[in-house]
């Protein structure tokens, strides 16, 4: 099925493959900024519609106790400026109500129009009842405290009645977002786990495919080679390959076939040699010696005279065996010569990408571990800015909890204030009878003497009771106007931790933002990382095998220099083609030098040249 992949250069099936895992990774980097893109969304509904709600019925809560606090100030106010201050105290809060619903509409949409608009009309409630507060107190008359605690407090309650359904609303929404949010992120896990299952296949078929059209016939080739090097017999595999595979095939081949051709004359003229050995020792000597051109041109009888003709034919023969032998090595080594270059500059350049991805791949993992770091500490300000909050609100609970303990001991004050006039009333009426006492012993003369006696120390009590009266109800006074200022910086204290409250929400906000993307900054450097070490892992297997077709190119040029060398031994006469063999031999310094120079050093050890014995004999010959 992949018979078409085997005439592609191996350039073009490179191109493919990494073609091929580019388009999975782009397809699970697409995959990734989807599912992430979804869950910011969802994220983003959840805080501005959940969170802002229950922080602005957070604002109305407050505002209707900031309302409840200034109708009790009011109908504690002393003097006139005060009033006037806590009037207008009154507006501004009406008005930060009023805007804060309105805000709180805003936030949760229609959704929750109803509630919103049924906030609005017990406001304007709450306003009324605050307004008639405030002119019965003006009026003097006993109503207002009695408004205070009835109608005004009924309608208190209302209000927070009511903020407190509609942040119960606020609170369900929120759980059916977290609902759809983890749908949401249930489905992009599902979705990645299936892409990068698909990326898994896709990557062993890759691999796959270059162990079915490169690594295996290369191995087969290397198999094939060196048997044929070891003087075996083999069918070259892969010879009708279109690519680089096939042109190494095919010049094995030509090996193979010139050496078959080698053995056969060599046996042919051994046989010859074997029949004129006694009769023409002279001659064959020369001929061992390596000068084929030693024709027999002694004559011989006719007995002998065909065994001459046929040692002649077979000296030509032999002449012309050598001649294509050495033909036939000046191409191989041409050729392999070029496949050893270019093995050797694709295994330079493989080598420099395999570096380069290794050094990504560390700069890409350093980074993950600063994006990991970074996330771990804004969570941990995330909890801290939590825990701010809590405090906070424990805060302005303390502060309402001081505000209506005053609020208690104003009414107490009042009470006592009361008690105060009624002893000065007392008081009063015991100078009065004092004085009638006094006047009645003055009529009754010398026997009436003691009582009057004891009338006018009865009288000097009761005025010493009505001094004392008056310092306790100076001294109520002043506790009641220090009762109205610590409950104005009580609630300046409210306010203040209020805004602290907003503050450190938006801070926790933005720490929740960065905190996730920091987190899906990572996941993705994280799967860049991996993409990256699978990449490098590639470059190195093309690169080892590179270098073993380099190694295999080199040990067919050593064996065609030394067969060259062994064939040049013999004189074939002027018409051998040994200028352009000696050539070739002369050039193969200079490149042995350029290949040294160039630091590669292959893994595959060079096959050893046999080194002719000098005390061969002509038989073994």
């Not at 032998?325 to 070029?338: H, K, M, P």
């Not at 993950?368 to 424990?394: E, F, K, M, Y």
Request: glycine residues 6%; proline residues 1%.
């Amino acid at each position: 099925m992949l018979d078409f992949i085997d005439n592609w250069p191996l350039a073009k099936k490179l191109l493919v493959a990494f073609g091929f895992l580019t388009l999975l990774l782009t397809g699970l980097a697409v995959n990734g900024w989807i599912s992430n893109r979804s869950l910011t969304n969802v994220a983003r509904q959840h805080v501005e519609h959940s969170v802002a709600g229950i922080s602005k019925i957070s604002d109305i809560i407050s505002d209707v106790k900031e309302m409840r606090i200034i109708v009790y100030s009011y109908y504690n106010a002393v003097t006139a400026e005060d009033r006037t201050k806590l009037v207008k105290r009154m507006a501004d809060a009406s008005e930060q109500l009023d805007t804060h619903v309105k805000a709180f509409g805003s936030a949760v949409g229609a959704s929750m129009a109803g509630d919103v608009a049924r906030m609005a009309q017990i406001k304007d409630r709450l306003d009324d009842v605050n307004g008639r507060t405030f002119a019965a107190v003006n009026a003097g008359d006993g109503s207002a405290i009695k408004l205070i605690k009835g109608e005004g407090k009924e309608r208190s309650h209302d209000a927070i009645d009511q903020a407190q359904a509609m942040l119960e609303k606020v609170r369900n929404s929120a759980k059916d977002a977290n609902a759809s949010g983890q749908a949401m992120s249930w489905l992009a896990l599902c979705m990645t786990i299936g892409v990068s299952m698909l990326t898994l296949i896709g990557l062993v078929a890759v691999w796959l495919m270059i162990n079915r059209t490169v690594a295996r016939p290369m191995a087969q080739l290397a198999g094939i080679t060196k048997t044929l090097a070891e003087g075996g017999n083999a069918v070259v595999p892969s010879i009708a390959r279109g690519d680089e595979l096939g042109e190494i095939a095919r010049a094995v081949e030509q090996f193979r076939s010139a050496a078959i051709a080698r053995s056969e004359i060599d046996a042919r003229a051994a046989a010859e040699q074997r029949l004129v050995t006694d009769a023409l020792r002279d001659s064959l000597t020369r001929v061992m010696q390596g000068d084929l051109t030693a024709d027999v041109t002694a004559d011989f009888p006719p007995a002998y005279a065909e065994l001459k003709t046929n040692l002649n034919a077979a000296l030509a023969g032999l002449r012309d065996m050598i001649g294509s032998v050495l033909e036939s090595t000046a191409s191989i080594r041409t050729g392999s010569d070029e496949i050893a270059s270019a093995s050797e500059d694709l295994a330079r350049r493989t080598e420099t990408n395999a570096a380069s991805l290794e050094e990504t791949a560390a700069a890409v993992t350093q980074m993950d571990q600063r994006l990991r770091t970074t996330a771990t500490a804004a969570n941990g300000t995330v909890q801290r800015a939590d825990h701010a909050i809590g405090v906070v609100s424990s805060g302005r609970k303390t502060a309402d909890e001081a505000v209506q303990a005053m609020t208690r001991v104003a009414d107490n004050a009042k009470g006592i204030d009361s008690v105060i006039e009624g002893l000065d009333k007392i008081a009063f009426q015991t100078r009065v009878l004092a004085m009638n006492a006094a006047v009645e012993a003055g009529r009754a003369g010398e026997a009436g003497r003691g009582f009057a006696v004891v009338a006018d120390l009865v009288s000097a009590l009761a005025m010493r009771a009505e001094e004392e009266a008056g310092r306790a109800r100076n001294q109520l006074t002043a506790t009641q106007a220090d009762i109205v200022t610590a409950v104005g910086m009580v609630e300046k204290v409210d306010g203040e931790l209020a805004r602290i409250t907003t503050n450190v929400s938006e801070v926790h906000q933005l720490l929740g933002g960065i905190a996730s993307d920091n987190q899906a900054q990572s996941a993705a450097v994280t799967q860049i990382s991996q993409t990256i070490g699978a990449m490098d892992q590639s470059t190195q297997q093309n690169a080892a095998m590179v270098e073993q077709t380099s190694a295999a190119a080199r040990n067919l040029t050593a064996e065609v220099a030394a067969l060259a060398q062994r064939a040049e031994r013999f004189n074939i006469g002027a018409g051998a083609p040994q200028t352009s063999l000696r050539r070739s031999i002369a050039a193969r310094p200079e490149t042995d030098r350029r290949i040294a120079a160039s630091g590669y050093v292959s893994p595959v050890k060079p096959l050893a040249i046999a080194a002719a014995d000098s005390g061969d004999s002509w038989a073994s010959f």
